[in-house]
């Protein structure tokens, strides 16, 4: 099992960058494939971006791709998503997540354990 923590959400201006963090705890990390998603209220969460469990592959949304990177760090138990030139519709409560059986997916119901989200707003 693995417990998420996300932080780095804030309020920012259009155009802006943000990095998000999500600490893991545990010494599996490694053995997971993470993701980010989003939701914002009213709407279904939805995929941002995943990375293998080594972080030599990434896979993004297409409308995040180009704008966002994801990456890990395993000896610090942690995953990150850049976030540049941010939009306002980028702005919801952002989710890291992590898959135990490694593949890598953008499905959500494939995910076993969740953060409790940060906020990111971004301002026009």
């Known amino acids: 099992q693995v417990q998420l923590v996300e932080s780095g959400g804030g309020v920012v201006q259009a155009g802006d960058s943000l990095r998000l963090s999500c600490a893991a705890s545990?010494?599996?990390?490694?053995?997971?494939?993470m993701g980010w998603f989003r939701q914002v209220p009213g709407k279904k969460r939805e995929f941002v971006a995943a990375?293998?469990?080594?972080?030599?592959?990434?896979q993004y949304s297409d409308s995040q791709k180009g704008r966002f990177t994801i990456s890990r760090d395993n000896a610090k138990n942690t995953v990150y998503l850049q976030m540049n030139r941010v939009k306002p519709e980028d702005t919801a409560v952002y989710y890291c997540?992590?898959?135990?059986?490694?593949?890598?997916?953008?499905?959500?119901?494939?995910?076993?354990?969740w953060g409790q989200g940060t906020q990111v707003t971004v301002s026009s």
């Open positions: 997540a992590a898959n135990q059986i490694g593949l890598l997916t953008m499905e959500l119901g494939e995910y076993h354990y």
């Open positions: 545990g010494r599996t990390f490694s053995s997971y494939v």
């Open positions: 990375v293998s469990r080594s972080g030599g592959i990434a």
